[in-house]
Nanobody, 125 residues
Framework: QVQLVESGGGLVQPGGSLRLTCVAT????????MAWFLQAPGKQRECVAG???????NYADSVEGRFTISRDNAKNSLYLEMGSLQPEDSAVYYC???????????????????WGQGTQVTVSS
């Protein structure tokens, strides 16, 4: 089994930046592609960025050029650098891991087997 724990959320002003961290413990060698999802109130959870073990990345159009996903396999960690944040980026952000070793652009919500508890990001003045 795998446990994922996110940190780094908080309140930030529009135009500001945040860095989210996700640390994996347990059967980490079973983890293939990983991703960050967000879920705003009343909306479905959606993927904003994904990354394979080999470093392939994929981004949602809404965050392309503003967010950067990275991964340190030696530290069992996944990161999301978020810049130029806007109020519409406010949501609970979840770290997710899959046992599948696929390109992140091919991954779907149903492919992810492991989930963190989420961290709140609020963008407001």
């Amino acid at each position: 089994q795998v446990q994922l724990v996110e940190s780094g959320g908080g309140l930030v002003q529009p135009g500001g930046s945040l860095r989210l961290t996700c640390v994996a413990t347990g059967d980490i060698f079973s983890i293939g592609v990983m991703a960050w999802f967000l879920q705003a109130p009343g909306k479905q959870r959606e993927c904003v960025a994904g990354m394979s073990r080999g470093g392939d990345t994929n981004y949602a159009d809404s965050v392309e050029g503003r967010f950067t996903i990275s991964r340190d396999n030696a530290k069992n960690s996944l990161y999301l650098e978020m810049g130029s944040l806007q109020p519409e980026d406010s949501a609970v952000y979840y770290c997710a891991g899959s046992r599948l070793r696929i390109h992140p652009s091919r991954s779907r919500y149903s492919h992810y087997h492991y989930w963190g508890q989420g961290t709140q990001v609020t963008v407001s003045s």
